[in-house]
């Protein structure tokens, strides 16, 4: 397994601007994701990040919105940029350890006004 | 039609019950099927792997795979309301990375 922090774990942010999230792993790996979840719902992957190539972002999510910087094989940050209330939600990195097995942490909670 | 169905729930049954979870899939290619737990406000937790079809058994969790019906389970024995929690089934094929995630089900169990 792997251990996974990530700052902040929540925050409030006004409308316009922009927040950074933090992703940290406590070995080296060369797959990370990073997802979101909106309450009570099931997770959806926003991008694909391997370290040393650009981000690969799924269907309706795109850079300008969520900028992703993979620097070295344990961290990763993904901003959040020019924030509206439908941002609010809960964001989750998480890491590929084995074929599929995927580790995640403990997730940043969102909130915009 | 989604490719993973997963019954939102709540379910809820009395501490000691066993409790069966379910997903069906339609996409044939799937080989890698996961189950996680989820506890509120908590980042999903991997409980079960397996690959192919089969069961696997850990402690009092069972996960099985049937393939020919495109349906996957996780049995939990001697359910304990440390159990309550949301359940998340994901898969994937063979050559893709991305998991595909059902809609996950909210399990209660009462003491």
């Known amino acids: 397994s792997a251990v996974i922090s990530q700052k902040p774990s929540r925050d409030i942010c006004q409308r316009g601007t922009s927040l950074t999230i933090q992703c940290q792993v406590d070995s080296q790996v060369t797959m990370m994701f990073w997802y979101r979840q909106q309450p009570g719902q099931s997770l959806t992957l926003i991008a694909t990040?391997?370290?040393?190539?650009?981000?690969?972002?799924e269907s309706g999510f795109v850079i300008d919105k969520f900028p992703i910087s993979r620097p070295n094989l344990t961290f990763s940050t993904l901003t959040v940029s020019n924030m509206s209330p439908e941002d609010s939600s809960i964001y989750l990195c998480?890491?590929?350890?084995?074929?599929?097995?995927?580790?995640f942490g403990p997730g940043t909670r969102l909130t915009v006004l | 039609q989604k490719e993973v169905e997963q019954d939102p729930g709540p379910l809820s049954v009395p501490e000691g019950a066993i409790v069966s979870l379910n997903c069906t899939y339609s996409?044939?290619?799937?080989?890698?099927f996961m189950w996680y737990r989820q506890y509120s406000r908590k980042g999903p937790e991997l409980l079960m792997y397996?690959?192919s079809s089969g069961n696997k058994e850990d402690g009092r969790f069972t996960a099985q795979v049937d393939k020919s019906s495109k349906y996957i389970s996780l049995f939990i024995r001697d359910s304990q309301p440390s159990d309550s929690a949301t359940y998340l089934c994901?898969?994937?094929?063979?050559?893709?990375?991305?998991?595909?995630w059902g809609a996950g089900t909210k399990l209660i169990i009462k003491p």
């Open positions: 397996t690959y």
């Open positions: 998480s890491v590929e350890i084995r074929a599929r097995e995927q580790f």
């Open positions: 994901a898969m994937s094929a063979q050559g893709n990375y991305q998991l595909i």
């Open positions: 996409n044939s290619a799937f080989q890698y």
């Open positions: 990040a391997n370290q040393g190539s650009e981000a690969t972002y």
